[in-house]
């Protein structure tokens, strides 16, 4: 009974790659969100979507595509992967409007090589 | 957009001793200002939250004030424990219909035996 899932949990690839990852929340939550969390732990808000429409894109390189094919799923694309890209990439959700908590999956950690 | 910077990057106390980490944000319409820890290889989960029309706010040994003119907010930690180890981000949101959320760069407390 996960509120926010997200897989894979651990993913390494090769530079010039491209990968997908997914995430889920059952919470009934109308808006979700992907963030980059580097090296340096900063946690930098990349999309936001709420009710599959997308509502934040934070200058993210287009080779960068979310998708949201229900308000519980949001997954995300990344197309030639560079070094830069290694980080650990968190979804979340929140419910519309207030109370206001935002609810983290678990992150998924890229390595690319 | 939201700007929130948040200081010191590291902080290191000795159990027993009290802990303070302060933000401040760019953006006078922001009125949600939730906290958020992060153990080692976890998510981050909310610890406590003010909003904009309240000016202090307590749960056991945590506290966060807020100045909304001077646009800062700080997290107090009384009585430091060992388990108080973590990562800790302010954040800085404007509850609406579609809610924003932007962190600080986060502050890694290490509280000493």
């Known amino acids: 009974d996960t509120a926010v899932s997200q897989t894979p949990k651990y993913l390494v690839t090769q530079m010039g790659n491209d990968k997908s990852i997914k995430c889920e929340q059952n919470?009934?939550?109308?808006?979700m969100y992907w963030y980059k969390q580097d090296s340096k732990k900063f946690l930098k808000i990349m999309f936001s979507y709420n009710n599959k429409e997308l509502i934040i894109n934070e200058t993210v390189p287009n080779r960068f595509s979310p998708k949201s094919p229900d308000k519980a799923h949001l997954n995300l694309h990344i197309n030639s992967l560079e070094l830069g890209d290694s980080a650990v990439y968190f979804c979340?959700?929140?419910?519309?409007?207030?109370?206001?908590?935002?609810?983290f999956g678990e992150g998924s950690r890229l390595t690319v090589l | 957009g939201e700007n929130v910077e948040q200081h010191p990057s590291t902080l290191s106390v000795q159990e027993g001793d009290s802990a303070v980490i302060k933000c401040t944000y760019s953006?006078?319409?922001?009125?949600?200002f939730p906290w958020y820890k992060q153990e080692l290889g976890k998510r981050p989960q909310l610890i406590i939250d003010i909003r904009s029309n309240v000016g202090e706010k307590k749960d056991q040994r945590i506290a966060v004030t807020l100045n909304k003119t001077a646009k800062h907010f700080s997290l107090h930690i009384t009585e430091t424990q060992p388990e108080d180890s973590a990562v800790y981000f302010c954040a800085a949101s404007i509850l609406a219909n579609f809610n924003k959320f932007y962190f600080g760069s986060g502050t890694k407390l290490n509280v000493k035996p």
């Open positions: 919470l009934g939550h109308d808006t």
């Open positions: 953006d006078s319409a922001s009125n949600y």
């Open positions: 979340a959700s929140s419910p519309r409007g207030g109370p206001g908590e935002l609810f």
